[in-house]
């Protein structure tokens, strides 16, 4: 599997952002408080469904909106996949993968083997 890109859209402090990965290694680096977490952070929610810094999806959502959307575009076995999740303040969570509408959260669990420490 090859993680490509992640946009973030309203997701914590970042306004608008694509990240593109490098198919080997990608380093994410940069100053204090530049929003280097906040990326780790959002493969972790596409990955497992939630945040591993808080229970309150508010909290994901840009200061002074009241949304977010994420995607994430992956390759595996020559496809070239997405999960996209979208929350707005005081709505469920609406989960997309492959541009196909999820029920439930759980749906995302094996999708992207993921590990964070």
Do not use: P, W
């Amino acid at each position: 599997m090859e993680i490509k890109k992640l946009h973030l859209r309203n997701f914590r402090n970042y306004c608008d952002e694509t990240v593109e990965f490098s198919k080997n290694i990608s380093f994410i680096f940069g100053e204090n408080a530049q929003g280097k977490t906040n990326i780790i952070e959002g493969l972790y929610l596409l990955s497992t469904g939630k945040s591993h810094r808080t229970n309150n999806m508010n909290e994901l959502v840009k200061y002074g909106e009241n949304y977010f959307d994420i995607m994430l575009e992956f390759e595996e076995n020559q496809y070239l996949q997405s999960i996209r999740m979208k929350y707005e303040k005081g709505k469920r969570r609406e989960l997309y993968i492959n541009d196909i509408k999820r029920e439930k959260i759980s749906d995302l669990l094996g999708v992207i083997r993921s590990v964070l420490f």
